[in-house]
């Protein structure tokens, strides 16, 4: 059974930086794509950014576009996410998830992944 574990979260100004850290553990990740989402109080769990199996290919929702990024670590078995430029709406709670479909592609559906974190934290203060 696949746990991923999500780390880094906090209290941060507006303008700060943040990263998050999902590490797996059961099996490895190094074959999946990841995705981050994060949820806001009152709001839907929405896309925030992918990354394929090699790292070779990421996507972001327009939100965090320039802001954020995903790197990923496979000899570590962990995913980033590096949250520059921080602002009062990126507070929520963020979790990382895996995708059990086809490596190489990215995906900003929840339905497309199969394994999520327990969420993490952040709130940026204005």
């Given at each position: 059974q696949?746990?991923?574990?999500?780390s880094g979260g906090g209290l941060v100004q507006a303008g700060g930086s943040l990263r998050l850290s999902c590490a797996a553990s059961?099996?490895?990740?190094?074959?999946y794509s990841m995705g981050w989402f994060r949820q806001a109080p009152g709001k839907?769990?929405?896309?925030?950014?992918?990354?394929n199996w090699n790292g070779?290919?990421?996507?972001?929702?327009?939100s965090v576009k320039g802001r954020?990024?995903?790197?990923?670590?496979?000899?570590?078995?962990?995913?980033?996410?590096?949250?520059n430029s921080l602002k009062p709406e990126d507070t929520a709670i963020y979790y990382c998830a895996e995708s059990r479909l086809y490596g190489s592609t990215l995906y900003e559906a929840?339905?497309?992944?199969?394994?999520?974190?327990?969420?993490?934290?952040?709130?940026?203060?204005?």
């Open positions: 696949v746990q991923l574990v999500e059961g099996r490895t990740l190094n074959i839907e769990r929405e896309f925030v950014a992918s990354i070779a290919s990421t996507s972001y929702a327009d954020f990024t995903i790197p990923r670590d496979n000899a570590k078995e962990t995913v980033y996410l590096q949250m929840i339905e497309d992944y199969d394994y999520w974190g327990q969420g993490t934290q952040v709130t940026v203060s204005s």
